[in-house]
């Protein structure tokens, strides 16, 4: 399984873009990149996912790189209730998911 | 639609205990995996059951067990428990085969080894 790596922590000011970068230089070519967060003491919560191409939904942006050995999520309008620990995970389809250390994002005022 | 749901919240233990711990999966899933999330740490995968078997395993000892129903809903079991496994303990569901398919995580179950 590839590893990840991810800054510790993050500070963002409220309503502007965060983006919180991941390294997976070792990811091999079925592996999906996976986005979760946690909010403290709360389990994980799905944010995005991707291949190869870049991805948006309601949440968030996932933007990969050409060669898929980063990818950037990306909170748009950052709010204090997005606040939290980002986990930048690789996996095989069905497979367990891999949790690092994550990147600990504060949205201050 | 009910998410993932875990039971109990929270459990006290002390050394030496067996303990169990349940998950009932969103509706619409067959798959559970389980992890272990000790304190400042991000989740570990325990194990995952699909049609009643375990079908993937972390780098757990046999003290964790676990099974599933069929009707998808799991259960966790830690033998012998020791300090070290004071965690939250974490049941995410999903559905196999779904290509590229999330897994939905229950809140836990923070347990407690005394």
């Known amino acids: 399984d590839a590893k990840t790596t991810q800054p510790t922590s993050m500070d963002c000011a409220e309503g502007r873009a965060a983006n919180l970068p991941c390294n997976h230089s070792?990811?091999?070519?079925?592996?999906?990149v996976y986005w979760y967060r946690q909010i403290h003491s709360q389990g994980p919560q799905y944010i995005i996912h991707?291949?190869?191409n870049n991805e948006t939904n309601e949440m968030a942006s996932l933007i990969i790189t050409e060669d898929r050995k980063s990818s950037t999520l990306i909170l748009p309008h950052a709010t204090l209730r997005d606040t939290a620990v980002y986990y930048c995970?690789?996996?095989?389809?069905?497979?367990?998911?891999?949790f690092g250390q994550g990147t600990e994002l504060s949205v201050k005022p | 639609d009910a998410g993932v749901t875990q039971s109990p919240t929270h459990l006290i233990k002390t050394r030496g205990q067996q303990v169990t711990l349940r998950c009932s999966p969103k509706?619409?899933?067959?798959?559970v995996s389980w992890y272990q999330q000790a304190l400042g740490q991000g989740p570990q995968f325990i194990f995952q059951?699909?049609?009643?078997?375990?079908?993937q395993r972390g780098n757990f000892p046999d003290r964790f067990s676990g099974h599933q129903f069929p009707n998808y809903s799991s259960e966790l079991n830690v033998n012998a428990l020791l300090l070290g496994d004071s965690a939250l303990y974490l049941c995410?569901?999903?559905?196999?085969?779904?290509?590229?398919?999330?897994?939905?995580f229950g809140p836990g179950t923070r347990l407690t080894v005394l």
């Open positions: 059951y699909y049609e009643e078997e375990e079908r």
């Open positions: 991707g291949l190869k």
């Open positions: 509706s619409g899933h067959d798959t």
């Open positions: 995970i690789v996996r095989v389809d069905g497979g367990k998911l891999i």
């Open positions: 995410a569901s999903s559905w196999l085969q779904v290509t590229d398919n999330e897994q939905f």
């Open positions: 070792t990811i091999s070519g079925n592996e999906y």
